[in-house]
């Protein structure tokens, strides 16, 4: 079991990483947040599957348990949810000492940290990913968020959690469809900050989870206890973001998030190379690599739909947005463009 501790302005906490750890939650769970009650937030997928195993290792160990299970998919990450699961939390009582375990991907740990940032203006809040995807990315930093009608995440708080508890042995049930949009996140990390990871996934196995999951969450804590608030150096995490985000939004939510940020990595670099900002091997080692892990370099979207939607985006200002651009594999840097720029740099990618 490999532990990584991150350390923001609001809070330190431990991420451990291993197999088994469904069956030590309560012990490792009781050791930081105390035993009081707990409500499990998951989805209908992830409930059939691990749920009740989760509820009795948390009673055995004293735990008063609830739970709240809505639909799986983005679709389910909006206000109507959030609402009702706030209505849930306060009908049974929780209080500001007692829990919310967030037990899924990254939409149930966006749905639920929100929540638990919220309700009662704060309560603790568990983290147990079971998608890689959230494993290496959504379930460490504090970004938590529901979409709006205008577009994604654009409702949050960041709300650092109390204990993150990646299981390796439960990514054994995702399809591959799933892996991939992980990967995609495992991509940007090695894009963004470091080389050897990017070779290491040439060959990556699913006995390599632990180490790569670990690896991305060093990346994670060591910017984010840099800058919480994606102000600054965090928002090199938003490689391929702006864009993916966009065509997710543009697709009303069709294409997984993991896809969509592998297509906007892709268009990205792609604009670097012909602004003579990274050389084309760049480019090529960035799309055999998508393509190796089943995720796409292309959209069929359009310029205008796509930029529409980058209009909607949460960090775009007044007079602009920061685009993070690749000058090597592991070397990427944020610049500050106009939207007129970013549109060109969309054009370009396209």
Same mark, same amino acid.
């Given at each position: 079991?490999? +532990?990584?501790?991150?350390?923001?302005?609001?809070?330190?906490?431990?991420?451990?990483?291993?197999?088994?750890?469904?069956?030590?939650?309560?012990?490792?769970?009781?050791? #930081? @947040?105390?035993?009081?009650?707990?409500? #499990?937030?998951?989805?209908?997928?992830?409930?059939?599957?691990?749920?009740?195993?989760?509820? !009795?290792?948390?009673? $055995?160990?004293?735990?008063?348990?609830? +739970?709240?299970?809505?639909?799986?998919? *983005?679709?389910?990450?909006?206000?109507?949810?959030?609402?009702?699961?706030?209505?849930?939390?306060?009908?049974?009582?929780?209080?500001?000492?007692?829990?919310?375990?967030?037990?899924?991907?990254? =939409? =149930?740990?966006?749905?639920?940290?929100?929540?638990?940032?919220?309700?009662?203006?704060?309560?603790?809040?568990?983290?147990?990913?079971?998608?890689?995807? %959230?494993?290496?990315?959504?379930?460490?930093?504090? $970004?938590?968020?529901?979409?709006?009608?205008?577009? $994604?995440?654009?409702?949050?708080?960041?709300? !650092?959690?109390?204990? =993150?508890?990646?299981?390796?042995?439960?990514?054994?049930?995702?399809?591959?469809?799933?892996?991939?949009?992980?990967?995609?996140?495992? @991509?940007?990390?090695?894009?963004? /900050?470091?080389?050897?990871?990017?070779?290491?996934?040439?060959? &990556?196995?699913?006995?390599?989870?632990?180490?790569? #999951?670990?690896?991305?969450?060093?990346? +994670?804590? *060591?910017?984010?206890?840099?800058? %919480?608030?994606?102000?600054?150096?965090?928002?090199?995490?938003?490689?391929?973001?702006?864009?993916?985000?966009?065509?997710?939004?543009?697709?009303?939510?069709?294409?997984?998030?993991?896809? %969509?940020?592998? #297509?906007?990595?892709?268009?990205?670099?792609? %604009?670097?190379?012909? !602004?003579?900002?990274?050389?084309?091997?760049? !480019?090529?080692?960035? *799309?055999?690599?998508?393509?190796?892990?089943?995720?796409?370099?292309?959209?069929?979207?359009?310029?205008? &739909?796509?930029?529409?939607?980058?209009?909607?985006?949460?960090?775009?200002?007044?007079?602009?947005?920061?685009?993070?651009?690749? /000058?090597?594999?592991?070397?990427?840097?944020?610049? +500050?463009?106009?939207?007129?720029?970013?549109?060109?740099?969309?054009?370009?990618?396209?």
């Amino acid at each position: 079991m490999k +532990k990584v501790h991150i350390r923001t302005p609001s809070k330190q906490y431990d991420v451990y990483i291993g197999s088994s750890l469904l069956e030590k939650a309560g012990r490792l769970s009781a050791n #930081i @947040i105390g035993v009081g009650k707990v409500a #499990i937030v998951t989805d209908d997928i992830v409930d059939r599957l691990y749920a009740s195993r989760l509820q !009795q290792v948390l009673e $055995k160990t004293g735990y008063t348990v609830v +739970k709240f299970v809505f639909c799986h998919g *983005e679709a389910s990450k909006n206000a109507a949810t959030y609402i009702q699961l706030l209505h849930f939390l306060a009908k049974n009582h929780l209080v500001r000492t007692d829990a919310v375990f967030a037990l899924g991907g990254g =939409v =149930v740990g966006d749905m639920a940290g929100f929540a638990a940032a919220t309700y009662l203006r704060g309560v603790r809040f568990v983290q147990l990913p079971t998608t890689l995807l %959230a494993a290496v990315d959504s379930s460490v930093g504090g $970004k938590t968020a529901i979409d709006l009608e205008g577009g $994604k995440n654009l409702a949050g708080a960041f709300y !650092q959690p109390d204990l =993150v508890l990646c299981d390796c042995s439960l990514l054994e049930t995702l399809e591959p469809r799933h892996i991939s949009d992980g990967l995609a996140e495992v @991509i940007k990390y090695a894009v963004v /900050r470091d080389e050897g990871l990017f070779t290491r996934l040439k060959t &990556v196995a699913k006995k390599e989870w632990a180490p790569i #999951i670990a690896r991305c969450v060093e990346i +994670k804590g *060591e910017i984010v206890g840099k800058d %919480a608030m994606d102000t600054g150096v965090r928002e090199l995490l938003n490689f391929g973001h702006t864009f993916g985000h966009a065509i997710e939004a543009s697709g009303r939510y069709t294409l997984s998030h993991g896809s %969509a940020v592998g #297509i906007g990595m892709a268009i990205i670099t792609r %604009a670097c190379v012909k !602004q003579g900002r990274c050389d084309l091997s760049c !480019q090529r080692e960035l *799309e055999d690599m998508l393509t190796r892990h089943g995720l796409s370099t292309q959209t069929d979207l359009s310029e205008e &739909v796509i930029f529409q939607a980058v209009l909607s985006d949460k960090k775009r200002k007044q007079d602009g947005i920061t685009l993070i651009l690749p /000058r090597k594999i592991g070397l990427c840097e944020g610049v +500050k463009v106009s939207l007129e720029e970013a549109k060109e740099y969309l054009h370009l990618g396209l």
